[in-house]
């Protein structure tokens, strides 16, 4: 090829190209289509058809400018010129030489430069011919490896000597990125070019390695999923053959597709795949196939990710609240609290609530009611008498029948990830030799274990945590600690008299009425009637048994509505319901007619609600011994002989002969004997009867008391206070002494009973002994101390009158 002369001294047209370089010897076509550009060609075909192709830096820049454009390009001849039809023109150009541009003069209608040469002799070395030789051999292996490059072009460079052309000619055919092929051109030195050329090719077929072995795994893959498809394709036909049929073949593959379009997280999806295609290997009649097809069933048919849209608006939850429950406003705040904050923050974890009270307040549909609320599924498991940690947890597959355990079931049932689930009778779990129920309990109440609760059958964890799991429970002592650890212990009272009258009138009435075909015209209930009901046919801290006697009370009406075909309206009075119910079945605690020695008012907490409790003691010969009766628990007979301690430690300061204690037996009893009773908030009830028997004076019988007793006439706290002043309340009891640390618990009684009762908080058994006997027995040392008393207590019992006149010294007796 004969080398062309350039002219450096002259200014040429410039065309700037886009993602090309154009090397010195190499023919290609280019698309003109830029103005500037197509009047840099015309000006080149006017004078000698040599033109500077000058790469841009940027593609995107229709109208580059010297700092757009690289600094070495190539001084091209134009071969040919064809204009189109769209107004484009198609030109044949071929590199000649590289060029270094000293300047662009960016005239109006095209862009020219100065230009200098960059390209050097090189000087003929054996380095030079090993480069060659070794360009060619990489060349060729690139040749054997990219099928684009065609083998002639392999040919045509070996017939090239000279080291700088042959290095143009090759890097003319390697695909590369711009950058690179513009470091080549930049190279002057023909020996720089070639190294820096067989880098790069080297380079380039290191890739075309890593793409072939990807293509071939590529190709692997799809002849064995053709290989699947054309086998399966044959076992269809075969089982067809057979008589099979291809129903199994289409419910597999039906099972397979759910699997793939469903909302599987990426551990079940493969867990549950790799089971299909276990089971595809199965017969369709063998006991292990049912078990792989129950299994991947559960995985696809288990909530993953399906969720229900949660109430924002409180005023919504609070009317859905107090339309489904009268009362119960510390529960329904805690849910409001929890409405509120879910609000606020978008990554609440489920609460863990424990809903602790006597059985008919409503714990149960207190939890239906919160689902409600918070517009949420809700599902109900009962734990009384669960024994097996496969309930909780669910059985291996290995077992024959396995299934997974009732949490997992729950959670299929809801069809959601964010139910409400109550565990109803939590305290009422028991363990035997198959697992602790309540210790499996620990990880699906737990908020930071339960995201990655493990079920034993479906072997993948499963996420709990939007769960809001309500437990019920009667009893709190009955739950064990741990578990109590999770749960925030929300407890329910028993209803007072009035919360029963509401919800009996307002709920339970027109249930009835409703459910045994009345009409409320059919019906007159006074309430008067109804409170007599619930003081004389029920006694319970609920109301199901309320319910069940205003049933039967519907249904003795609804006969006497078809009985009289006219229409007929029925007055339900006391003496309608001694009628239809027979003799009353209760009869409350109600004071005493009078104030009696040996016999005072005590206050008891049952899981009905609270009661009156009588006790009583008499004195019989003997050795001094205290006999106990009434079927009295342990920690109860403890408390009575704490008080029997007490009263005889202190005697000296009751008028009591020696005698009496030395020659007598003391006998104590609470009545209803075949009832247990336990505890120690009777011990200051028990001491004032032992007091009032041993100085022969009487108890006040408009008082009642509670608290504990400590051998030194300390009084203790105690429990169950509210049931115990509505207990007193009933009975027309009107002063009830209680322990000082307890007056904090008198904000959770109903106002209206606090205002119709005295409340006397004390710390000592003298207090308790000045308030509670008819004439306080007590020898005081100290005149002055009697007189703290007096006026301590003299504004809350100003119908109680002492007598102060009638003290004649410290060490006389105080009375009426």
Known sequence: MTKKTIDYTKQYPLLPLRDVVVFPYMVLPLFVGREKSINALDEAMKENRYIVLLTQKDAQISSPEKDDLYEVGTISEILQLLKLPDGTIKVLVEGISRCYIKDIHDEEEFMKVSVSRVDREPEITSEISELRSEL?????????????????????????????????VIASHIEMRVEYKQALL??????????????????????MHIEKKIQNQVRKQMEKTQKEYYLNEQMKVIKKELGQGDGEVDEITELKKSIEDGLLPDEARNKA???????????PMSAESAVVRNYIEWLRDI???????????????????????YGLDEVKERIIEYIAVNKLSKKLKGPILCFVGPPGVGKTSLGRSVAKALNRKFVRMSLGGVRDEAEIRGHRRTYVGALPGRIIQMMKKA???????????????????RGDPSSALLEVLDPEQNAAFADHYMEVPYDLSDVMFITTANVQYNIPLPLQDRMEVIELSSYTEPEKLHIAMDFLLPKQIEENGLTPENINFQKNAMLFIIRHYTKEAGVRSLERVIAKVCRKVAREVVENEEKFCKDITEEILKKYLGPTRFKYGVKEEKNEIGLANGLAWTEVGGDILNIEASLIKGK??????????????????AAFTYVRANQQFFEINESVIRDFDTHLHVPEGAIPKDGPSAGITMAVVMSSLFSKIPVRRDVAMTGEI???????????????????????????IIPKDNEK?????????RNEMVFHPVSTMEEVLFLALESPVMFFKDLNKTKVLYDKWKSSIADWTIDLNKVKSGDDLITM
Do not use: C
């Not at 930049?186 to 890739?207: C, M, Q, T, W």
């Not at 795949?273 to 017969?283: C, G, S, T």
């Not at 959601?416 to 030799?433: C, G, R």
């Not at 051998?711 to 009830?736: N, Y």
């Open 745 to 753: 618990d008198l904000e959770k009684i109903p106002e209206y009973v």
């Open 273 to 283: 795949l790799q089971e299909i295609k276990r089971l595809e290997k199965m017969p």
């Open 186 to 207: 930049d190279l002057g030195n023909p020996v720089d070019r070639v190294s820096k050329l067989i880098e790069l090719i080297e380079g380039e077929i290191e890739v």
């Open 710 to 736: 400590t051998l030194r006439g300390k009084v203790l706290p105690i429990g169950g206070l509210k049931e115990k002043v509505l207990a007193a309340h009933r009975a027309d009891i009107r002063h009830i």
């Open 303 to 325: 909530p993953w990710k399906k969720r229900t849209k949660d109430i924002k608006r409180i005023e919504d939850a609070v009317e859905i609240l107090d339309k489904d429950h």
């Open 415 to 433: 069809g959601t990830v964010n139910p409400v689930i109550l565990l109803d009778e939590i305290d009422k779990m028991s363990m035997d030799f």
């Open 136 to 168: 060619l051999s990489t060349f060729d292996r690139y040749i054997k490896l990219n099928k684009k490059v065609p083998k002639e072009a392999l040919a045509s460079a070996e017939s090239i000597e000279d080291i700088a052309q042959i290095s143009d």
């Open 624 to 641: 001094g011994d205290l006999k106990l009766t009434g079927k009295l628990g342990e920690v109860m007979q403890e408390s009575a002989q």
